[in-house]
């Protein structure tokens, strides 16, 4: 039977005719073919999206409607520092370094990255982590977060997991009214990211800071200059 893939979107056929290209590839490596078919394919175009950030309006209202401190800081670990979820959940109190003012991070495939933490970021640190000096800095929803947070208590509270920060995140969006369709707290990472480049104007740095391999990674984050 015939397969035609013409009317399927962009993205879905550049998806499909990659994974034929690597299947066919895989047979002529294991001699199951004798040449690649595919050779003479015109490629499919990837359109480049414009990446889901924040407006600097629509990050002061996720902040406004944040009722914890915790929540708060959350939220700006992602959008001023460029957290992940999971490196957000990861983070202990024994990371901060209060004289530098330096976090260390971990991200992804083990891989560490000291950030620079602003002032507003270490103030929250401060209020949030309370007297205490280890374990980890953000802790779930117990009896020791009843309004905003001045003491940590930890009684009924254990470290947050990751999914629980991303629902955090995303019901406060939904609050605040900035929730829509491709946006999710990976967006406040995408926001800093081009925030960063808007203000250094070096590629690099941003890659450093969000713990990007791959600096084609970083560069798929940047919303257009003019936006």
Known sequence: WGLTIGHLAPATRWAYQGAVVRFVAWLVACGLLDEDPTGGLAKVRKPHKVPAT????????????????????????????????????????????????????????????????????????????????????????????????????RVGAGPMDPRTVGITVTVLMERAGIKRNGFSGHALRRTCASDILDECGDLRVAQALLGHQNIATTNAYLRPASM
């Open 54 to 153: 924040f407006t600097n309006e629509e990050v002061d209202r996720l902040l406004a409607v944040c009722k914890l401190d915790r929540d708060r800081l959350i939220v700006m670990l992602m959008v001023c520092m460029g957290l992940r979820r999971g490196e957000v959940a990861a983070v202990r109190l024994e990371d901060y370094d209060g004289r530098r003012r330096t976090l260390t991070v971990r991200g992804k495939g083990g891989n560490e990255r000291v950030l620079p933490v602003p002032v507003e970021v270490a103030d929250l640190i401060a209020v949030v982590a309370g007297r205490d000096v280890a374990g980890p800095l953000i802790l779930s929803a117990g009896r020791g977060y009843g309004g905003m947070v001045r003491v940590r208590m």
